[in-house]
């Protein structure tokens, strides 16, 4: 059984940081590309970042300079750093792992940036 699992969230001035945190079980975590997305009420779901395989990494624009994605295989894990967070920045952050057709979500923390 496949489970993706977000933790770090919280809620976080303006300014502030969090470091958000996806634990990957039943999947051969290493081959996998790994991406936050993020949903704030209303709103269609939103890439935040990826990190592929190879350590390849990829942002949105508003969040460079300001977010980091990284990842530890040895313990099927991800993570989002998140810096000089902004109101802007509130939303459900998902984590999502992809190989091929094979396309698995968590469930989301949710991250409260107040102004």
């Known amino acids: 059984q496949v489970q993706l699992v977000e933790s770090g969230g919280g809620l976080v001035q303006t300014g502030g940081s969090l470091r958000l945190s996806c634990a990957a079980s039943?999947?051969?975590?290493?081959?996998?590309?790994m991406a936050w997305y993020r949903q704030a009420p209303g709103n269609e779901r939103e890439y935040v970042a990826r990190i592929t395989n190879s350590n390849r990494t990829n942002l949105v624009d508003s969040v460079k300079g300001r977010f980091t994605i990284s990842r530890d295989n040895a313990k099927n894990t991800v993570y989002l750093q998140m810096n000089n967070l902004k109101p802007e920045d509130t939303a459900v952050y998902l984590c999502?792992?992809?190989?091929?057709?094979?396309?698995?979500w968590g469930q989301g923390t949710q991250v409260t940036v107040s102004s």
């Open positions: 999502n792992a992809v190989w091929f057709n094979e396309d698995y």
């Open positions: 039943g999947i051969r975590f290493s081959i996998y590309t």
